[in-house]
């Protein structure tokens, strides 16, 4: 053979010694595939049986060396150099393993080089330590870039999990907060339906004793008292209706019927009903509609509870002889907008954000004065968005508060109503 002639024993030899350094290697794969406890007895396992199996490959290059063989040397030479480079690329994870994988197989090659008795195996056997140092350069290089990759991998993991928690805790809070909503929701048009069989109650019977529907009372002053109760009554019986709106609207259970509507009308209406109370404190509503102003698509009933809503609270929040105005005229983007002024105290500008939160008031002087519980906004939000509308405020403190009611035309209601659900959504 032109690569020379090697013994049968050499080759028994080399077969021999792989095949116990296999089943050594097997052998530690069975004992510890389960994993172990102590990860650095492993490694010194795995140490000591790559030491072993990069022996059992130097064992097979002085096998299959034929010394004074130039192309036998060269084509071992060439077998011991893909080696090294397969070893490189496959231990390059560690680095302790991957030193002794190459430093062992290039020991046993580089002893032979030098062994040899041909003037070529000593001049290989003398570049030897420079590809061992470039190989090892190569190797390293290997190793951190492979540590940079699983580096890496670890944190997205990490950062993966993480965010499977985050996604995890929020869906929970959030099922945790409607449940909590829904729950009371369910409170408040419970517990609204529940008052209002007594209030009317007591409502119809100190409407009675006010009235001397039955005959005159023994003293005057029960009319008094009876209009107390009736009054209170019905106070409380405006702030249940308020709050079993507002659940009815949060649960999306309220209905309504939106038709054309004579706008003029209905601002003359709300003027005529809070006429009383603007007297009262000897103050002016004006009332007016645009000539342009378009037909007013709504349900006339929620109409009536935004205005009123509005106006008390303009009644509320304006001081006596105050200004009030409310109009109708036509909207910029083709709707129709109401449009409620007063002088009043205004709202800050760091309460704006909230004014339109259920039960949030501002903080100011004239609070405790005006009373309320702050419903009245929250429902008018609420009726207003049912409509596809919306509604917003402008508020200078000490100079006054302009509040805006938007409703879209008949024709785009639909799809005005189904982008606010969407949103909501």
């Not at 690569?3 to 052998?27: N, P």
């Not at 389960?34 to 002085?62: E, M």
């Not at 470039?134 to 390293?140: A, C, E, F, L, V």
């Not at 100079?399 to 938007?406: D, E, I, L, S």
Request: aromatic fraction near 8%; hydrophobic fraction near 50%.
């Amino acid at each position: 053979s032109i690569f020379g002639t090697i013994t049968l024993a050499r080759i028994g030899i080399a077969l021999a010694v792989h095949v116990v350094t296999s089943s050594l290697a097997y052998f530690v794969y069975v004992r510890n595939r389960n994993g172990i406890a102590d990860p650095k007895r492993l490694q010194w396992q795995l140490c000591r049986l790559q030491f072993v199996l990069s022996a059992a490959w130097g064992v097979t290059v002085w096998c299959m060396w034929i010394d004074g063989n130039a192309l036998n040397n060269a084509f071992v030479s060439t077998a011991v150099v893909g080696l090294v480079w397969s070893m490189t690329m496959a231990r390059a994870a560690d680095l302790r393993v991957l030193m002794i994988a190459i430093i062992t197989v290039v020991s046993f090659y580089w002893a032979r080089l030098l062994s040899g008795h041909i003037e070529t195996a000593r001049i290989l056997g003398l570049m030897t330590p420079m590809w061992l140092f470039y190989t090892t350069m190569m190797g390293r290089a290997a190793h951190r870039q492979i540590n940079s990759m699983l580096d890496m991998r670890f944190r997205n993991e990490d950062m993966a999990h993480a965010l499977t928690i985050a996604r995890d805790t929020a869906l929970a809070g959030r099922i945790e907060a409607e449940s909590a909503n829904a729950s009371k929701t369910a409170f408040l048009a419970t517990i609204s339906h529940e008052l209002r069989t007594p209030l009317n109650a007591i409502l119809g019977f100190s409407d009675m004793i006010a009235t001397e529907a039955m005959g005159p009372t023994v003293s005057p002053r029960y009319r008094e008292y009876a209009g107390d109760i009736h009054e209170s009554g019905a106070h409380l019986l405006s702030l249940i209706n308020d709050l079993l709106d507002i659940a009815k609207i949060e649960a999306e259970k309220m209905e309504i019927d939106p038709q054309p509507l004579d706008a003029l009308s209905e601002l003359e209406v709300a003027q005529r009903l809070t006429a009383a109370k603007i007297n009262a404190k000897d103050q002016k509503l004006t009332v007016s509609l645009a000539a342009d102003a378009p037909t007013l698509y709504a349900d006339g009933r929620a109409v009536r509870r935004i205005l009123l809503n509005l106006l008390s609270n303009a009644m509320k929040f304006s001081p006596e002889g105050g200004q009030i105005s409310l109009c109708g005229r036509a909207a910029k983007e083709g709707g129709f907008l109401l449009v409620v002024e007063d002088n009043g105290v205004g709202i800050p500008a760091d309460k704006l954000d909230r004014i339109f939160l259920p039960f949030s008031q501002v903080d100011n002087r004239f609070d405790r004065q005006a009373g309320g519980t702050g419903l009245g906004l929250a429902l008018v939000k609420g009726l207003v968005e049912l409509h596809g509308g919306r509604v917003w405020l402008e508020s200078t403190l000490g100079k006054g508060t302009k509040v805006f009611v938007y409703f879209p035309l008949a024709k785009t209601h639909s799809c005005a109503l189904q982008q606010m659900r969407e949103v909501q959504s």
